[in-house]
Nanobody, 126 residues
Framework: QVQLVESGGGLVQSGGSLRLSCAAS????????MGWFRQAPGKEREFVAG????????SYPDSVKGRFTISRDNAENTAYLQMNSLQLDDTGVYYC???????????????????WGQGTQVTVSS
């Protein structure tokens, strides 16, 4: 079992930056694929970043590519999502997720991840 706890959300003006953290306990995070998803009110959960455990490959949808960066610190057993140039459409609850696989490509759908955090709210204002 992996327990995940997100932090770092908050209110930020358009164009600003935030860094979200996802602290893991129960297992070593380095052996898990990591993903970040977000959900805005009335919308489905959306993939925003992922990283494989096996080869460190990353993937982002076009909506955040070049603005968001996923990373992990194995010594801290923590994953991060650096978000720059935030836009109003980035508002939502952000979730980190972990999955155990041996894949070489990033999992981009929610059902490919087994463990989820409780979410942290990100609100971008104009």
């Amino acid at each position: 079992q992996v327990q995940l706890v997100e932090s770092g959300g908050g209110l930020v003006q358009s164009g600003g930056s935030l860094r979200l953290s996802c602290a893991a306990s129960g297992r070593t995070l380095s052996s898990y694929d990591m993903g970040w998803f977000r959900q805005a009110p009335g919308k489905e959960r959306e993939f925003v970043a992922g990283m494989t455990a096996r080869n460190g490959r990353t993937s982002y949808p076009d909506s955040v590519k070049g603005r968001f960066t996923i990373s992990r610190d194995n010594a801290e057993n923590t994953a991060y999502l650096q978000m720059n140039s935030l836009q109003l459409d980035d508002t939502g609850v952000y979730y980190c997720a972990a999955g155990r696989s041996f894949r070489l490509t990033v999992a981009r759908t929610a059902d490919e991840y087994s463990y989820w955090g409780q979410g942290t709210q990100v609100t971008v204002s104009s």
